[in-house]
Structures are given as structure tokens and as C-alpha cells.
């Protein structure tokens, strides 16, 4: 996994590429916290690049939600058909809004 990050319009975009799994949720959580904790509350992941999600990399955005405390928005952009049907089955659009586009998302942030 690779992150990437960059701010646009006052919004926190992190660009995953490759794998959230049990080997890489833990960077990826603590990525999400640090700039949580740094009091950021707008945060886009950009899932354009992101190969597979597990149940693990799922439960570091509970885990950054809850973090967040209601303040602010983790939203999701960008995931393709077999990440989108993952997240289906866990309820997961209810707890975190996902856009199709990044321009999109920023738009509604």
C-alpha cells in the first residue's frame, strides 16, 4: 500500500494504492488519526488506485470515525465495482458518504 495526500479546498484528499488489509490497516488507521488528531475534519479517500479492502481496513474507518467524534466527514471517491460491492455488504455508505468522482465529492463536502 501507498498513500498520498494533498489539500483542496480545504479537504484532506488521501490517495490509496493497492491493498487495505491486515498488513497495512495500521498505516493506514494511523494515517487517518494523525490528521484527525491535527483537527482536520474533512478527509476524501480517493479509492481510484485501491485493489482490495478487507475487514481490517474496514474497521480503521470505524475506528478514525469514532476518532472524529461526529465533527467532521470521512467520505470515499473513485472506488471501483469490486471495492463498491464490499462496502455494500457491510451497510458501510450509511456511516461514510461515497462519490463517484473526486470533483464530485468535493462539491458535496
Same mark, same amino acid.
Given at each position: 500500500?501507498?498513500?498520498?495526500?494533498?489539500?483542496?479546498?480545504?479537504?484532506?484528499?488521501?490517495?490509496?494504492?493497492?491493498?487495505?488489509?491486515?498488513?497495512?490497516?495500521?498505516?493506514?488507521?494511523? $494515517?487517518? @488519526?494523525?490528521?484527525?488528531?491535527?483537527?482536520? /475534519?474533512? !478527509? *476524501?479517500?480517493?479509492?481510484?488506485?485501491? &485493489?482490495?479492502? #478487507?475487514?481490517?481496513?474496514?474497521?480503521?474507518?470505524?475506528?478514525?470515525?469514532?476518532?472524529?467524534?461526529? $465533527?467532521? @466527514?470521512?467520505?470515499?471517491?473513485?472506488?471501483? /465495482?469490486? !471495492? *463498491?460491492?464490499?462496502?455494500?455488504?457491510? &451497510?458501510?455508505? #450509511?456511516?461514510?458518504?461515497?462519490?463517484?468522482?473526486?470533483?464530485?465529492?468535493?462539491?458535496?463536502?
Amino acid at each position: 500500500m501507498h498513500i498520498t495526500t494533498n489539500m483542496e479546498q480545504g479537504i484532506r484528499i488521501i490517495s490509496v494504492d493497492g491493498k487495505i488489509d491486515s498488513f497495512t490497516s495500521k498505516d493506514f488507521q494511523d $494515517n487517518l @488519526i494523525k490528521y484527525i488528531l491535527d483537527g482536520e /475534519d474533512k !478527509i *476524501l479517500i480517493d479509492c481510484s488506485k485501491l &485493489d482490495y479492502i #478487507s475487514s481490517s481496513g474496514i474497521r480503521a474507518f470505524y475506528f478514525a470515525l469514532r476518532e472524529l467524534n461526529s $465533527n467532521g @466527514i470521512i467520505a470515499l471517491c473513485s472506488a471501483n /465495482d469490486n !471495492i *463498491l460491492h464490499i462496502l455494500e455488504l457491510v &451497510d458501510f455508505h #450509511s456511516d461514510f458518504p461515497i462519490f463517484n468522482t473526486i470533483d464530485e465529492a468535493l462539491n458535496q463536502i
